[in-house]
Nanobody
């Protein structure tokens, strides 16, 4: 199985920055899409950003210009650099990774979630 380990969440004041990290390990042959989702209390989970193996990226409109997603294929790691944070960014952030296992099967794996809290 594929496991994800997230880090980087915490408490920050509005206008500050945080960098989230997600490292994948396990029976991985290749990784296709790496992305970040978030869910605030009482809200539905939403896609924040994703990056393909070729480096193509997409962002939610609410974070464009403030967040940057990047990856290191050799380390099976994806980061989310979050700048100019706003209270509305407060949520649990989840890493998601899709790819192919060493057995040739597709997989989708979720991280445990990391809390990001932005104070006014």
């Amino acid at each position: 199985q594929v496991q994800l380990v997230e880090s980087g969440g915490g408490l920050v004041q509005a206008g500050g920055s945080l960098r989230l990290s997600c490292a994948a390990s396990g029976s991985i042959y290749s990784i296709n899409i790496m992305g970040w989702y978030r869910q605030a209390p009482g809200k539905e989970r939403e896609l924040v950003a994703f990056i393909s193996s070729g480096g193509n990226t997409k962002y939610a409109d609410s974070v464009k210009g403030r967040f940057t997603i990047s990856r290191d294929n050799a380390k099976n790691t994806v980061w989310l650099q979050m700048n100019s944070l706003k209270p509305e960014d407060t949520a649990i952030y989840y890493c998601n990774v899709d790819g192919t296992t060493t057995l040739g099967t597709d997989f989708g794996s979720w991280g445990q979630g990391t809390q990001v809290t932005v104070s006014s």
